[in-house]
């Protein structure tokens, strides 16, 4: 179950999942490290175990286990990432991760079910943000249809999801909507938790790179209903 208490998605078969997850599971457990894995949990607050494979070899096992495999469907990359995701270790949410941001163009609005559960289920930083910038927000921008589920979920009661819909334009630069982000700040300005206050202050700073006047102007309108970590984070970088 996930942490809203949604059932999880469906797994679709999927004879390419089938695949990965046999090969995924053999190569990173045999280059599992138990001096590395405590460190790497304790950094990460004791969200998971880990295997103790380090970002840059995880990366290289995963060409290794890709090595061959055909592109695949939308139902591919939901069987994977689910069967990933209901591995206990975190190299194995991080492997689904890397793989969807790969494959996110060949998922529908449909897939966005799945995306939330995956924000939703075992949630960190490491995996939420990931999923917000690059596959929340290249199928909103695939469909923006969608702009009305991230209108639902900035007011959620789940931070994950709030959080989520913050940075799901990050990596839109002009293609920005401009209102939509800042209103979703205003919405969430006075939100009490850590992870909101730096996203809002996150998502405006990498907006303020390709509009560095419209945060600006923003900012001096509407700074007192943002905590100080906030305004220091959305103008870093700026020249103010």
């Not at 790497?40 to 070899?57: N, Q, S």
């Not at 995996?127 to 927000?137: E, F, I, K, N, Q």
């Not at 303020?208 to 870093?236: M, W």
């Amino acid at each position: 179950m996930t942490v809203t208490g949604a059932a999880p998605p469906d797994v679709p078969r999927s004879a390419l999942a089938d695949t990965v997850l046999e090969r995924v599971t053999a190569v990173f457990a045999a280059a599992a490290d138990v001096e590395r894995a405590g460190p790497m949990r304790a950094y990460m607050k004791d969200v998971a175990p880990f295997l103790g494979i380090p970002t840059p070899a995880r990366r290289a096992l995963s060409r290794t286990v890709l090595a061959g495999t055909p592109r695949p469907d939308e139902g591919d990359c939901t069987a994977i990432a689910l069967r990933c995701w209901a591995l206990p270790e975190r190299e194995y949410h991080y492997f689904a991760v890397d793989y969807l941001r790969r494959h996110a163009g060949r998922c529908s609005s449909g897939f966005l079910p799945v995306a939330r559960h995956l924000v939703t289920t075992v949630p960190w930083w490491d995996t939420v943000d990931l999923l917000a910038a690059h596959v929340v927000g290249r199928l909103v921008a695939a469909d923006p249809a969608l702009a009305s589920e991230m209108d639902a979920w900035i007011t959620a009661g789940d931070l994950w999801l709030v959080r989520t819909a913050l940075l799901h334009q990050l990596s839109r630069k002009e293609h920005t909507d401009a209102d939509r982000l800042f209103a979703y700040c205003l919405l969430q300005s006075g939100h009490p938790d850590f992870f909101i206050r730096k996203a809002i202050g996150w998502a405006l700073r990498e907006y303020a790179k390709t509009d560095p006047g419209a945060v600006r102007a923003f900012l001096a309108r509407e700074r007192g209903r943002f905590a100080p970590l906030t305004v220091r984070e959305a103008l870093r970088n700026t020249g103010v």
